[in-house]
């Protein structure tokens, strides 16, 4: 019943230096989800104003850019433990192996727009068996995110930036202790 679930994340810094030589950074995260299915969902946010010596250098051993990518899982998993429900599933079908599934839930996004979560299921023996057993493959990859506390300093300043472009992040930093 178990799927492997892969990430392609991606981090991508921009740095521009005005006229002035003040040097300001921007940092572009993605997060991609597969749950082995056909599909993946693919996750950007983005923030201005990085300080480009934290995304550079790491504090305590701690790079900026993979806690944005693992404050953005944290918001994607409270998101999906919302969202992700029998009635949003709009398919589920047999695969070609007699046992194999693929649950297609379409969920809606903070942009009004809607998304197609793809979840591939090993083995179930009915319709009902592959739903209840997507909702399981949920279930099990939020509980396994990483939910220790983020670092004073990294929390001031994501505290410091405009989040306005970084929805998953701003949900995932609102369930971190700090």
């Keep these: 019943m178990t799927t492997a679930i892969s990430f392609r994340d991606a981090q991508k810094l921009q740095i521009v230096r005005s006229d002035d030589g003040v040097t300001d950074g921007y940092l572009h995260c993605t ?4 749950f082995g299915a056909s599909a993946p969902l693919k996750f950007e946010d983005s923030l201005s104003g990085v300080p480009v010596s934290l995304v550079l250098n790491p504090d305590q051993g701690i790079f900026l850019a993979d806690e944005v990518q693992r404050l953005m899982r944290l918001g994607i998993g409270a998101w999906l433990q919302i969202e992700a429900r029998s009635d949003r599933v709009v398919s589920c079908q047999r695969l070609r192996s007699q046992d194999s599934w693929e649950v297609t839930y379409r969920l809606p996004l903070e942009n009004g727009s809607e998304c197609d979560l793809r979840v591939a299921v090993a083995k179930a023996s009915s319709e009902d068996e592959a739903l209840v057993s ?3 493959i949920i279930r099990n990859w939020n509980h396994g995110l ?3 506390p983020l670092g004073q300093d990294l929390a001031e300043v994501l505290g410091a930036l405009d989040l306005s472009y970084a ?4 949900c995932g930093l609102a369930l971190v202790d700090r």
């Design 31 to 34: 997060v991609v989800i597969d």
């Design 134 to 136: 997507a909702e399981e």
């Design 146 to 148: 990483d939910r220790r």
């Design 167 to 170: 929805p998953r992040l701003s």
